[in-house]
């Protein structure tokens, strides 16, 4: 697909999904929402889609997709796993842990393993407190992540 | 004289009537209910200590320095978001709250650098002052820590610190010496109504952001420089002051582009000018400006300003040098000559709309006095000139009904040929607020212009007609309010002559006058007509703005009687809210036309042949006046080229570059024999000229424009006139050279001579202007305050006055030679034929014109975007870039007409008015097609100014 192919397609999906939700009050969320469960990320050229149909500035849409860190810029790795680093978690040593996943997945917060397999991002608060620490994987939480069970989490995920 | 400083409230007045009684560090003060604390509190004098508040937006809350205590309250609230209530008290000031400010304070300063002596903010910075106000003394947190304050950190780099954005041609944006306030973000919502700001990421991350991420210049910012007057530091700074240095003192003044008038601050270092601040008790703006306005006065001192007075005897001879004297008397016995040669009427004048109302009288004075004919016409010809004779035909006065302030209560607007976010930018914004409140938008335009959609923006219809047809859909639209009952009946039978209304609504209701039926001609779907006029009739308040749209068409003036049908059908006129207002285009088109600039009309509007009227002027002026209209300036041309006209005096006016049908035009001032130019820039018509008499800006003289609301704004002398004479001297010293014994000392003189004379004026001098800031004529024994709205209990005429409309088309028809309809209009960085704004940075955002066409007319013809294409019309043809759109309809192609390479007066035709002669430059029949730059008349007209802008080398004279 070229340059210009993949533009339009991305601005028929986003207006697409502006579409369907375009009549709720406060669309904006969802729509995001919709877009990053679409294509993992928030890609190019999306904002100015949603921005239009919306009747709103570039400015505005931009203001609130970056205010969420859960609305990523880029194409995430096959897996998504988020590490706690609440108060609670901490205490119950999820440093430790995110250490470890740093030096094994060789990545730094927010980024992908060069295999394009594995994104590893903080997250502050799972609500899992009494488990801690506490990560997500793809989706689905797990309690009490000890080094061990992370080192298990990553071969399942294949790395 | 020193520096005006407004006090800034904090938060907006509250516009209840209700009041309440709040005691605030022991004084009492009554309040409307609604206002803040902070601002009550500012009323006694008491200042809250605020960074993120600022009067001319809504409270935040954000800051956490302007907390108070109130008594029975629990906690610290917020001075800015706490509204008054009956019996509060309230202190500002007391041991927990200065230790809250001193340790909020101290985190600010924590990621700010410390460059206060070599900032240019210094000795006008919030943050300065209030870390003064709350005796912050250290910073207990050092400044090794995160921070956007230094490029590097602990010998890296430092991910947060963002270099400086400088891409604006008038401001820059250092974000390390951001505080996050977001004042700037909600000026531009607010204020500005534009959305182009935002705070990207969240906590520490925070920063403004202008569109995503982007530069100032790439993102959606029009540069009206709201968020900088907003900003509280130096993040957004005018580079004038970076470059200058603070200002010392200040004088009140009028803006000399649109004619919506803005009052600004222009802040002066000695005679530098440092930057002009939009004046909040300006009743036009209310403390709101443009980018032309705020920004665009570098023309001033442009090199290009022509500073010495140069006569020749031949126009294809170079300039010489005189003296004032030289060419003062040159042209008085030049003028003379003709007159005796030639007779009485063989000369004439044009008075200029971007003058005074003093300058413009004076003109019209020395031609009606000294040269003994009335051969005087002004640009308003070719604007607004049916607006003059529609709205004075059917209301009684020649000028819009309402003021500005009058939009806040709009609860419907009509919008039609008019692009007030271009052409009339502070208006615009002012509209845009009120559209965000829930008021209805009705456009009427042959482009979508951003009044249609734009953020936050939705007009309710946007009748997208045929160029010509305004006339046609207008009657359609009153076809609907009287076949379905929605006129007010009442109003019509108190206020208007009924029989005439009989007439008018038996002439609408007629079937061919059906929206179904103009469907045909305007192609507008019949059910966006139906809906709109139900939309107007129904919605409350119903107030008409229009602009030239309207007016330049072979049917200018049935529009414009057409739109005062509307409103009188509707009952919308005689109270705030309401109207008929047109957007005048310049900043005195308005003072021009009432100072006596038309060829029949003394001033105020009454007519030559009015012997009680030339009586008062007679006796004044000492002599006997002509009873007889003069030429207007088409007539003028014409007897040129016929050899009876021969000699001419234009003030600040461009004809050959803005007047229709440039050969014409050309070829009239070629055939005389003694053209004066009195103007800043050696401008197109100078090519043609014999004697140039150097003009002198807004900034170096004293007087008044009237803007489009006929308000009376003071224009104030801010520095000497760099040409040596303001340009009512100069008028005044060429009726001495012509013998003629004027002796003003200075304009307020003049005023006082228009008020003697001119009944509307009769109230009005300085004093009453120093007095209240401005006045609105009439302004007389009736209404001595001025009048904000017309026609409150009866018309000026008596009975509002139904016309009937008959749609004749225009002449000017499209065919298979020329099948595309050309219309034209504005873009907002650049002002009419672009003298002065082509002379500043605004050409950052348009270098040239381009044409507007829709992508199927280009597919046709084989045009890519940025192409050149040759622009043809049954007139003539010129070259310029193509911009491919669908802001157009297919079959209508649009351009600007800001750059005098373009030439796009060469394209239009001389079909005019059929009662003013106003030019039809809204309607022409062109064809497109491929070319490979600027055709041959424009290369040639290029060498042939070129050669006529020669200045000979002076050659002092030997003594």
């Known amino acids: 697909m070229s340059l210009t192919e993949m533009t339009e397609e991305i601005s028929n999906r986003v207006g697409a999904i502006c579409d369907g939700l375009a009549g709720i009050e406060g669309p904006l969320l969802p729509i995001l929402h919709e877009v990053q469960d679409e294509y993992g990320f928030i890609p190019d050229g999306a904002l100015q889609t949603i921005a239009k149909r919306l009747n709103l500035s570039r400015a505005e849409v931009h203001g609130v997709a970056s205010f ?59 609500g899992l407190c009494a488990c801690a620490p506490a990560a997500m994987v793809d989706g689905k939480v797990i309690g009490r992540v000890s080094k061990d069970r992370l080192d298990r989490i990553l071969s399942e995920v294949g790395s | 004289m020193s520096l005006i400083q407004e006090v800034d409230y904090g938060t907006p007045a509250a516009k209840s009537e209700k009041t309440v009684t709040i005691n605030v560090d022991g004084f009492d003060v009554t309040v409307p209910e609604g206002t803040s604390i902070m601002r009550a509190s500012m009323e006694v004098g008491i200042k809250v200590p605020k960074l993120c508040a600022t009067d001319m937006v809504d409270a935040f809350g954000s800051c956490r320095l302007c907390l108070v205590e109130v008594e029975g309250r629990n906690g610290t609230p917020s001075s800015c978001t706490t509204p008054v209530a009956d019996g509060m008290v309230v202190h500002t000031q007391t041991e927990r709250l200065k230790k809250i400010r001193k340790g909020v304070m101290e985190l600010y300063i924590s990621d700010h650098p410390l460059d206060c002596l070599t900032c240019a903010a210094n000795g006008d910075c919030e943050l300065q002052d209030m870390a003064g106000a709350v005796g912050l003394r250290d910073v207990r947190y050092g400044y090794d820590g995160g921070n956007h304050v230094k490029t590097r950190q602990n010998g890296e780099e430092n991910a947060r610190y963002m270099a400086k954005d400088q891409s604006n041609p008038y401001f820059t944006y250092d974000p390390s010496k951001c505080i996050v306030c977001s004042r700037c973000v909600r000026a531009c919502e607010e204020v500005q109504g534009t959305f182009a700001l935002t705070i990207e990421g969240r906590g520490f991350e925070s920063r403004v952001s202008p569109g995503m991420h982007e530069n100032f210049l790439d993102s959606e910012c029009v540069s009206c420089g709201a968020c900088v007057q907003a900003c509280p530091t130096a993040t957004l700074q005018e580079k004038s002051v970076i470059e200058i240095g603070q200002p010392e003192h200040s004088v009140v003044t009028t803006c000399a582009y649109c004619g919506v008038g803005c009052s600004f601050k222009a802040e002066m270092r000695g005679d530098e000018l440092v930057r002009m601040v939009p004046y909040k008790d300006g009743k036009a703006n209310r403390g709101h400006s443009c980018v032309k306005g705020r920004f665009a006065y570098g023309y001033a001192s442009h090199q290009d300003r022509i500073l010495n007075p140069m006569i020749r005897e031949k126009t294809s001879d170079p300039w010489r040098e005189v ?96 692009n007030p976010t271009d052409g009339h930018p502070v208006f615009a914004s002012r509209l845009k607020k009120r559209l965000r409140q829930g ?53 019509i039978r108190e206020r208007c002559d009924w029989d005439e209304f009989q007439d008018w609504a038996a002439f609408v209701s007629d ?65 705030p809210g309401v109207g008929v207002n047109p957007l005048r285009g310049q900043n005195n088109v308005q003072g021009a036309c009432d100072m006596g600039s038309f060829p029949h009309e003394l001033p105020g509007y009454r007519h030559v042949a009015d012997d009680a009227t030339r009586d008062v002027f007679e006796k004044i002026w000492g002599v006997k006046l002509d009873d007889e209209p003069g030429l207007r300036i088409p007539n003028m041309l014409d007897a040129a080229v016929e050899g009876t006209f021969k000699g001419i005096y234009i003030q600040g006016e461009d004809i050959l570059q803005s007047d229709p049908d440039t050969k014409h035009v050309a070829a009239g001032l070629a055939a005389m024999e003694c053209v004066v130019v009195h103007d800043l820039f050696l401008n197109e018509t100078a090519n043609h000229a014999h004697v140039f008499l150097p003009g002198s800006t807004f900034l170096e003289k004293d007087g008044t424009f009237t803007n489009a609301e006929r308000r009376i ?60 800031g401005s006045i609105q004529w009439p302004c007389n024994e009736k209404a001595p305050m001025g009048t904000p709205v017309m026609h409150i209990d009866g018309f000026v005429r008596g009975k509002g006055k139904f016309v009937v ?29 672009g003298a002065q704004t082509r002379r500043t940075e605004n050409t950052a955002w348009h270098k040239e014109d381009l044409l507007e066409i829709h992508p199927h007319d280009a597919e046709q013809r084989g045009v890519r975007d940025g192409d050149w294409v040759r622009l043809a019309s049954r007139s003539g043809e010129t070259s310029l870039r193509a911009t491919i759109t669908d802001r157009v309809a297919p079959g209508v192609v649009y351009t600007t007409f800001h750059h005098p390479g373009t030439q796009a007066n060469v394209i239009t035709t001389d079909f005019t008015d059929w009662a003013t002669n106003c030019p039809e430059y809204k309607v022409t029949a062109v064809q497109i097609t491929p070319s490979n730059g600027p055709s041959e008349w424009q290369v040639e007209y290029d060498k042939q100014a070129e050669q006529s802008r020669r200045i000979a080398p002076r050659v002092d004279a030997a003594e």
Request: with cysteine; charged share 25%; hydrophobic share 35%.
């Open chain 2, 511 to 575: 079937p061919q006058n059906s929206p179904e039926e103009v469907e045909r001609l305007s192609g507008v779907p019949a059910e966006t007509v139906r809906k709109a006029a139900r939309v107007f009739a129904r919605g409350g308040n119903g107030a008409i703005y229009y602009g030239l749209g309207v007016t330049e068409h072979s049917q200018g003036s049935t529009t414009v009687m057409a739109i005062a049908n509307l409103a009188m059908a509707t009952g919308n006129l005689g109270r």
């Open chain 2, 713 to 772: 704004n003071r224009v104030r002398k801010v520095m000497k006139p760099k040409n040596g004479f303001a340009d009512w001297e100069v008028t005044q010293n060429l009726a001495r050279a012509m013998g003629l014994d004027w002796n003003y000392t200075h304009p307020s003189q003049v005023m006082d001579e228009i008020a003697a004379t001119t009944p509307s004026f009769a109230g009005v001098d300085y004093d009453l202007l120093e007095r209240e």
């Open chain 2, 805 to 833: 409309t008959e749609y004749v088309a225009t002449d000017e028809r499209t065919g298979p030679r020329f099948p595309l309809l050309l219309t034209t209009g504005r873009i907002l960085s650049q002002y009419n034929v």
């Open chain 1, 68 to 126: 969420y860190h859960d609305f990523r810029e880029e194409k995430p790795g096959k897996h998504v796993i988020k590490i706690c680093r609440a108060e609670a978690c901490q205490a119950m040593g999820a440093d430790d842990v995110a250490d470890h996943a740093k030096r094994k997945l060789k990545v730094g917060w927010s980024e992908t393993t060069r295999d394009q397999n594995v994104t590893l991002e903080p997250v502050y608060c799972l």
């Open chain 2, 323 to 418: 003296s004032w004297e030289e060419a003062l008397s040159y042209t008085a016995n030049k003028f003379k000559s003709i007159q005796e040669k030639h007779g009485k009427g063989a000369i004439g004048g044009i008075t200029s709309s971007r003058c005074t109302n003093e300058e413009t009288f004076l003109v019209q004075k020395l031609i009606r006095a000294g040269f003994g004919n009335n051969n005087v016409d002004t640009c308003a010809r070719v604007c607004h000139s049916p607006t003059g004779y529609g709205l004075k035909t059917t209301f009684g006065t020649s000028a819009g009904t309402q003021d500005f302030d009058s939009v806040e209560q709009t609860d419907v607007v009509i919008l039609i040929g008019a």
């Open chain 2, 439 to 491: 008021a209805e938008l009705i456009v009427i335009d042959p482009r979508r212009i951003d009044l249609v959609q734009s953020p936050h923006i939705k007009a309710a219809a946007h009748l997208a007609l045929r160029p010509g047809t305004n006339v046609a859909v207008l009657t359609s639209l009153s076809h609907v309010i009287v076949t379905e009952g929605l006129f007010d009946e009442k109003f």
